[in-house]
């Protein structure tokens, strides 16, 4: 009895973490490469009409990023709203360089190799 109340305290230990784990770890960020973007206009403006009847707007950007050791490559990523011009966001890449998030930086939180 006493061994199956330590294996079910055991197991509830594991759950919670497990859950915490999910909740506050951003599986899009982690372990992901790096590079710099310098937002222009959005290239497009996709509309999709839900069933209710709202619209919602993704849009795309596409043009040349930065590796942290100022590699440029291009990019083409999707956001749910339109971005600032003019600000600077810090880009998180699968190896085939698809972004799969991002955040918006300060340009002096850009390493000195990326040249904009």
Known sequence: MRKGLILAGVIAVLLA???FALAKVDFNRMGKGNAYYHISP???VEETKLDSGEIMKRYLYTGPAYKENGKEIEVEFTA??????GAYLKLYLT???DVTSYDEVELSDIPDK???
């Open 17 to 19: 973490g497990a859950v």
């Open 42 to 44: 959005a290239h497009s």
């Open 80 to 85: 749910a709203k339109e971005l600032r011009k």
């Open 95 to 97: 190896k085939g360089d």
């Open 114 to 116: 990326v040249k904009f």
